[in-house]
């Protein structure tokens, strides 16, 4: 089996800045797109950031120039620095792995359960 598990949320006064970390771990042979999503109550689960396992990156609108992710594959992790947060940016964030894994020789997507990042002052 695959698990994904994210860390690092918690409260943080607006402006202040919070680092999000995915570990995956498991029966992983590859790993290809990794991702952080985030969805609110009621409402659907929406990108935030992508980024390839060539390194290429994408990015919400609403994120760029103060979120970045980055991936370290020896250590099957993903990471999302998050600056100048926003009370907007107040949500669950879950991260997503494309992951090829040996128990079921498939691509499949997998899902961490989420970390709740609150920006309050």
């Known amino acids: 089996q695959v698990q994904l598990v994210e860390s690092g949320g918690g409260l943080v006064q607006p402006g202040g800045s919070l680092r999000l970390s995915c570990v995956a771990s498991?029966?992983?042979?590859?790993?290809?797109?990794m991702g952080w999503y985030r969805q609110a109550p009621g409402n659907r689960r929406e990108l935030v950031a992508t980024i390839s396992r060539g390194g290429s990156t994408n990015y919400a609108d609403s994120v760029k120039g103060r979120f970045t992710i980055s991936r370290d594959d020896a250590k099957n992790t993903v990471y999302l620095q998050m600056n100048n947060l926003r009370p907007e940016d107040t949500t669950v964030y879950y991260c997503?792995?494309?992951?090829?894994?040996?128990?079921?020789?498939?691509?499949?997507?997998?899902w961490g359960q989420g970390t709740q990042v609150t920006v309050s002052s």
């Open positions: 997503n792995a494309r992951i090829f894994a040996y128990h079921n020789n498939k691509w499949s997507d997998y």
């Open positions: 498991g029966s992983i042979f590859t790993i290809n797109d």
